[in-house]
């Protein structure tokens, strides 16, 4: 069976698993089917076709597409889509692990994921290998939903996460595939050969120009929430320290105050 129907098969299936657990779940709801298909979607858009063809052979910049949809956006949907009825019997147990797991082992499997795969030798051999393609693509697909799960999946397993520990725990996350893309933007020379001895490549770009352009748009892509996210933890903090001044202001007013 080659890669692709492989993917396809093992897609449906998953889908065919969620949508018989989804009907017998008190606790889901259509948005949850929806986000389910929506993340599978995205999986096949991302993993086979043609981005994946251009991201495989001619660009870097399809292949950023990819990272992004396969790390961020499918995980997204799917962490979204898993309620505790959903998992059934396991619910307890998924719980559990995700109580003790600690925090930072989700970004330590991110950077592993993610660096280690953008190793040039890595990168190559999934270029030319298919199945080491769809490992590749496993593995994203797989840390994406463990990062997730913390600040996105159903509150039974996120208890933890909150607040300015959120924003630190994502800001963790956006720096660590943000620091990639620097690296590919400002790299002195074209690091994956694949790319450099493609016949053609997308928009006429050079190896280089092409992946520096990737890598500028992986960092974009990561830094930008990072700073409307900061944005409005500050704005938050603002209008907090001006209710507790107000707070001792009309303390001060009321009689028998002094």
Same mark, same amino acid.
């Given at each position: 069976m080659s890669a692709t129907w492989f993917l396809l098969?093992?897609? @449906?299936?998953?889908?065919?698993?969620?949508?018989v657990r989804w009907r017998q779940a008190a606790d889901a709801r259509g948005w949850?089917?929806? +986000?389910?298909?929506?993340?599978?979607?995205?999986?096949?858009?991302?993993?086979?076709g043609p981005l994946y063809r251009l991201a495989e052979t001619r660009s870097a910049v399809a292949h950023? +597409?990819?990272? =992004?949809? *396969? =790390?961020?956006?499918?995980?997204?949907?799917?962490?979204?889509? =898993?309620?505790?009825?959903? *998992?059934?019997?396991?619910a307890p147990a998924f719980a559990s692990l995700a109580e003790r797991t600690p925090l930072f082992v989700p970004l330590v499997l991110l950077a592993a994921v993610a660096y280690g795969w953008h190793v040039p030798a890595a990168f190559d051999a999934a270029a030319g290998n298919p199945l080491l393609a769809a490992l590749q693509h496993a593995s994203f697909l797989l840390v994406g939903f463990i990062v997730w *799960?913390?600040?996105?999946?159903?509150?039974?397993?996120?208890?933890?996460?909150?607040?300015i520990a959120a924003f630190l725990y994502m800001t963790a996350d956006e720096l660590i595939l943000g620091a990639l893309g =620097?690296? @590919?933007?400002?790299?002195?020379?074209?690091?994956?050969?694949?790319?450099?001895?493609?016949?053609?490549? *997308?928009?006429?770009?050079?190896?280089?120009?092409?992946?520096?352009?990737?890598?500028a748009a992986l960092t974009v892509v990561e830094e930008a929430p990072m700073a409307v996210a900061l944005a409005v933890v500050f704005i938050r903090m603002l209008e907090r320290d001006e209710?507790?001044?107000?707070a001792e202001e009309r303390g001060m007013?009321?009689?028998?105050a002094q």
């Open positions: 098969a093992a897609v @449906l299936a998953a889908a065919a698993s969620y949508g949850h089917l929806v +986000a389910f298909g929506a993340g599978a979607a995205v999986v096949l858009v991302a993993a086979q950023v +597409a990819v990272l =992004i949809l *396969l =790390i961020h956006v499918a995980p997204l949907l799917m962490v979204r889509a =898993i309620t505790p009825g959903v *998992l059934g019997r396991r *799960l913390p600040v996105a999946g159903d509150p039974a397993w996120r208890r933890r996460l909150r607040g =620097i690296v @590919l933007t400002w790299a002195p020379r074209p690091l994956y050969d694949v790319y450099v001895n493609a016949p053609r490549r *997308l928009w006429g770009l050079d190896a280089g120009t092409d992946q520096t352009v990737a890598g209710a507790e001044l107000q007013e009321e009689p028998g």
